[in-house]
């Protein structure tokens, strides 16, 4: 089962920041691609008549960003005869969904925009084989996109099959860079400690408001994941305050505790 611990990480994702506490509950990816030997464990197909083991490769970070800054990433070179479904499958790691984790987040840069996928099957327990889509909107630089299995509740699955470029009609080939996979539940922080210090957010997921707590706060900022501030609240010295979020359109966020010590950043999901 390729469970990495997180503290692997030579560089760390600016905002998908973890606990690192000993009191804490250990966080994994499902898949980091820090190991080049990530590359055994994940098969590709369907990528046209040339396609070969070798068409996926673990590779420096072709663009670290503010998403993104860890230093291995997966590549995937798709050729021009490729099937529209090219992708790559791995039986490593078996996924139970449940009420906690049921949200699925794969870090994609492309060159273009198209429908990445991901894919449950060969489920220990009945479950029905879902493949759910979303269209990557930002080229050339590192997005989140999150797949929520929530349907499939209960039910666990010993294949993940990731689709990185699913167009209708196949017209070229790409390149496709994917990294981090893994449960919302477990990427996103519920509490972490800066010096002694920890910053929680509650709830998260969130509806109408959260609560973004840290000592001797003077703001808190509200960005979007491509890093774009949306809001920023200032007030007086305060360890604990409620942020209006009902404008929010669903979706990945951070919330920034503003310090005269420094800023720190954890991510939560408006619902």
Do not use: C
């Not at 791995?90 to 198209?114: F, G, N, P, Q, W």
């Not at 630089?141 to 294949?159: E, M, N, P």
């Not at 709830?203 to 003077?218: F, G, I, K, L, S």
């Not at 609240?233 to 404008?247: H, L, M, N, P, W």
Request: net charge neutral; hydrophobic share 40%; proline share 4%.
């Amino acid at each position: 089962m390729n469970l990495k611990f997180i503290g692997m990480k030579r560089t760390f994702t600016l905002f998908i920041i973890l606990a690192f506490a000993i009191t804490a509950n250990a966080q994994f990816y499902l898949y980091d691609f820090e190991d080049g030997a990530d590359t055994t464990i994940w098969v590709p197909f369907a990528n046209g008549k040339t396609g070969t083991k070798k068409d996926i490769s673990v590779v420096l970070n072709p663009k670290m960003d503010t998403i993104n800054s860890t230093d291995s990433v997966m590549m995937f070179v798709v050729h021009d005869d490729a099937d529209p479904w090219v992708g790559m499958f791995s039986d490593a790691a078996t996924i139970t969904i449940s009420e906690e984790s049921h949200i699925l987040l794969m870090m994609v840069y492309k060159t273009r925009t198209s429908p990445v996928g991901l894919k449950l099957e060969l489920s220990l327990n009945a479950g029905a084989t879902t493949s759910l889509y979303k269209d990557n909107t930002v080229v050339e630089g590192w997005q989140i996109l999150s797949f929520d299995f929530a349907a499939l509740k209960g039910k666990s699955y010993a294949r993940l099959t990731v689709f990185p470029d699913f167009p209708s009609k196949r017209d070229s080939g790409t390149v496709a860079y994917l990294d981090n996979i893994g449960f919302q539940d477990q990427i996103n922080t519920v509490v972490k400690e800066f010096e002694g210090s920890q910053m929680k957010i509650y709830p998260n997921p969130a509806d109408y408001r959260v609560a973004v707590m840290y000592p001797e706060m003077t703001g808190i900022k509200i960005s979007n994941i491509q890093g774009q501030e949306i809001k920023t609240v200032r007030f007086d010295r305060a360890d604990s305050k409620v942020v209006e979020i009902g404008e929010l359109k669903p979706g990945m966020y951070f919330a920034t505790a503003l310090t005269a010590k420094g800023n720190f950043t954890m991510q939560f999901m408006k619902k």
